[in-house]
Structure formats: C-alpha cells, structure tokens
C-alpha cells in the first residue's frame, strides 16, 4: 500500500460544477498537509496548507480529518483553468520525510 | 523575490554516462529537497538537506546517485553511471521552514 493515495482520476466537469478530490495517508505521525497544483510539463506549485479546522481560500476549501486519515480539497464554481493535475502532500518535517500523491487529474470543460 | 533555479533545462545521454544537475534555492532557505518525478507519478524524495546536512536519504539509490551542498546554499544531484529507468523529471525545491516548498522549474533527462 503507498503512503499516500489519491484517485487518479481524470475527473471531467462542467465549468461552474463543484467538484472534490480525496488523499488518504497511512503515517500516523505525519504533521502537516498541502495541496500543490501542477500544470502539464511544469513545475508543481502550492495550492494551499491544510490545517486542522480546515481552511477556505476563495473557491478552494481544504480540510483534514485525522481520525480518518484524509485530507480533501473541495472546488467550487471551476473554471477552465483550474484543469490541471492536485498533488497532495503529507510531511513529517522533523523526520524529513515529505511524500507526494501520484496526483488527480482534472479537466473542466465549458 | 527570485524563484528556484535549475540548470540544465534538459539533458540527453547515452546509458552508463554521467549526468550532473544544479540547483540554487530561493535565497535564505535552508532546506533543499531533491525529488524525482516519473511521467505519470507524483514526485519522489530523493534527498532531504538542511543547510549542508542531510537530513534524509532513504530513497537515494546510493550506488548511482550521489547528491551534495557543500556551503548550504546551492547544491548538485549526480547520477553514475545512468540507467534507462532514470529518465524523469529531477526537481529541486526549496523551503524556508520545512513546510511549504517552492519548486524549480526541473530538469528533464532522457537516457537512450
């Protein structure tokens, strides 16, 4: 079992629709928790930080439910240029231990 | 403020050559990761630094690969002698606290 799992996906949406990805991790002892966005053939970039009473940036909600093991991030109202591949990663800073998912693909369409 | 730099953009060589990769992180971030990102995969740690120490490197495959940031600031990723299953993306990143990391734009070695 990986670490760290995500549904691949490809998610297809409608522009406007919600739509939510999940990312389960199996280390216990993980810290903390990011969502990174990564377009094709680039660089991935951080989306946001995922705290423990859940966080809301505009259209992205993300939270995190350690009981369960999971973080979510949550889109709302997408645009065509949200398409892109969610990487989500958990870290145990102190143990240098920073694991990525393989990532959700997804593409809105108008 | 700058971003990460990476150098080369791409490299393109024959099995069992070597290859050397150069990273210089956002000024004044101590840790640097080295990852490596395989087409279709989320990316892989290879090598954990905080300033010029390790801090992990489990995953560097250490017969092939060696890494170093001699005064804590810039640093290499050296593969010898390459294998075809090392063609990917090599990425550096950077972290002023050992959180949120900042990506370089990669490095994209083929092995033919």
């Known amino acids: 079992r990986k670490e760290v799992e995500q549904d691949p996906g490809p998610f297809n949406v409608p522009e406007g629709a919600t739509v939510a990805f999940n990312c389960t991790y199996s280390?216990?002892?993980?810290?903390?928790f990011f969502w990174y966005r990564q377009d094709c053939r680039k660089e991935p970039k951080l989306l946001m930080s995922?705290?423990?009473s859940g966080n809301e940036d505009g259209r992205f909600t993300a939270q995190l439910n350690r009981a369960s093991q999971y973080i979510s991030l949550l889109i709302r109202d997408s645009k065509l240029s949200d398409s892109a591949t969610y990487l989500c990663?958990?870290?145990?800073?102190?143990?240098?231990?920073?694991?990525f998912g393989d990532g959700t693909t997804l593409t809105v369409k108008p | 403020e700058a971003g990460v730099a990476q150098s080369p953009r791409y490299k393109i060589i024959e099995k069992r050559q070597s290859v050397a990769f150069w990273c210089n992180p956002i000024s004044g971030h101590a840790t640097l990761y080295w990852y490596q990102q395989i087409l279709g995969q989320g990316p892989k740690l290879l090598i954990q630094?905080?300033?010029?120490?390790?801090?992990?490197d489990s995953q560097l495959p250490k017969d092939r690969f060696s890494a170093e940031r001699l005064k804590g600031v810039d640093s290499t990723l050296k593969i010898q002698p390459a294998k075809l299953e090392d063609s990917a993306v090599y990425l550096c990143?950077?972290?002023?606290?050992?959180?949120?990391?900042?990506f370089g734009p990669g490095t994209r070695l083929t092995v033919t």
């Open positions: 995922v705290y423990s």
């Open positions: 630094f905080q300033n010029n120490g390790v801090v992990d």
């Open positions: 280390n216990s002892a993980s810290q903390s």
């Open positions: 990143a950077s972290s002023p606290n050992r959180y949120e990391q900042y």
């Open positions: 990663v958990v870290n145990v800073p102190n143990a240098g231990k920073s694991t």
